[in-house]
């Protein structure tokens, strides 16, 4: 049980800001052992997101509120995986081979490729949002939020178990969880983790699934015809777009909701 622990707050702290108690240490092999819990801290952050989402409710409006949720969202990851989707908007929109598509998503420097799709991302997140806080009473809404976190986190872990890691420069950031693909124990675990805040959801939950899944089979493919593979960009991508996905198909007319 203590090393399980130990592998949640090793996922925790690498993918979060959040601080973790001093004997959970760190090496390369713990920090790809802990791959199972990526959808696990993506359910931590949904769940303090939507925290903040329904405590802004009882005093603001509801599109201060979502801001604020999706601020906290920020604040929580170190906008981790936005800053991966904004190097893979210049790395694919501006590198026409596999070589300079690298270079691109390794410069800190941002392009107009990223300016322009993050402010489509977040306005598009935000929107989707707002949608359903008009739609959904308190707990489902709080389970929608949770979901779409570990769901989209669970797209990303469905690349690493799909595809091989491509860079082989040592200062990768993601290099150390990409040792070995996530085994079928893993992807199980994984999997029941992200399932589980879907059940509030009812018959909406297959919709918003099929919007994620969308996302991981578009992106495997594209992935291995542009990259040969993936990094960690590619996964901070999937994740955003997994995540816009299932809330798309959460918030579809004629869903549900409506």
């Given amino acids: ?51 903040v989402l329904l405590a802004a409710l009882r005093v603001w409006s509801a599109p201060i509120a979502v801001l604020l949720a999706m601020a906290a969202g920020v604040l929580l990851t170190g906008a981790f995986h936005e800053d991966g989707f904004a190097d893979s908007c210049d ?12 270079a691109i998503m390794k410069d800190s420097r941002v392009g107009s490729y990223a300016t322009i799709g993050v402010a489509l991302l977040l306005a598009l997140k935000y929107q989707l949002l707002l949608t359903l806080v008009a739609r959904l009473d308190a707990l489902t809404l709080a389970a929608a939020l949770v979901a779409s976190h570990a769901v989209s986190r669970l797209a ?23 040792q070995t693909r996530p085994g079928a124990g893993a992807l199980l675990f994984a999997t029941t983790v992200a399932l589980l805040p879907c059940v509030p959801l009812g018959t909406a939950a297959g919709p918003a699934l099929l919007g994620a899944a969308l996302v991981w089979l578009a992106a495997v493919p594209y992935l291995r015809r542009r990259l040969g593979g993936y990094v960690g960009d590619a996964l901070g991508a999937t994740q955003q777009l997994a995540e816009i996905g299932f809330l798309l198909g959460l918030s579809a007319r004629g869903g549900a909701w409506s």
């Fill in 156 to 178: 990303a872990l469905g690349v690493m178990a799909r595809l091989d890691y491509v860079r082989d420069d040592d200062s990768a950031k993601s290099k150390p969880i990409a």
């Fill in 1 to 51: 049980m203590r090393e399980e622990l130990r592998l949640f707050f090793t996922a925790l702290q690498f993918f979060t800001r959040v601080p973790v108690p001093a004997w959970v240490g760190w090496s390369p092999a713990q920090l790809n052992a802990s791959a199972r819990h990526f959808p696990t801290v993506g359910a931590l952050v949904g769940a303090l997101c939507a925290l």
């Fill in 91 to 102: 790395g694919f929109g501006g590198g026409f081979t596999r070589e300079r598509v690298l």
